[in-house]
Nanobody, 127 residues
Framework: QVQLVESGGGLVQPGNSLTLSCAASGRSFSYNYMGWFRQAPGKEREFVAGINWNSVNTVYADSVKGRFTISKDNAKNAVYLKMDILKFEDTAVYYC????????????????????WGQGTQVTVSS
């Protein structure tokens, strides 16, 4: 059974940093793109960042570009999201996602582009 398990969420003050981790099990995602989405209260789940199978190509939502960095470790079957200069509006549940399509040059940016999802980890930015 494929599982994606997020960790690293928590309470952080504005301007500070936080790194999320996502550990995959049940199959290898070395040849697959992976991504992060988030969902704030009362809002729809939205794309945050994606990374292709060999980490050559990354895509970011405009709202996080320049502040967030996605990375992938194929040896550990994991994906990470380093979040810097956090803002109040970054408060959300963050979800890790992966797809079964292989060797794609670019990661997906839509919810429908991803087959597997984690349960989410809460990130709260508050003073």
């Amino acid at each position: 059974q494929v599982q994606l398990v997020e960790s690293g969420g928590g309470l952080v003050q504005p301007g500070n940093s936080l790194t999320l981790s996502c550990a995959a099990s049940g199959r290898s995602f070395s040849y697959n793109y992976m991504g992060w989405f988030r969902q704030a209260p009362g809002k729809e789940r939205e794309f945050v960042a994606g990374i292709n199978w060999n980490s050559v190509n990354t895509v970011y939502a405009d709202s996080v570009k320049g502040r967030f960095t996605i990375s992938k470790d194929n040896a550990k079957n994991a994906v990470y999201l380093k979040m810097d200069i956090l803002k109040f509006e970054d408060t959300a549940v963050y979800y890790c996602a992966a797809d079964s399509s292989v060797l794609r040059e670019n990661p997906g940016v839509l919810l429908a582009d991803y087959e597997y999802w984690g349960q989410g980890t809460q990130v709260t930015v508050s003073s």
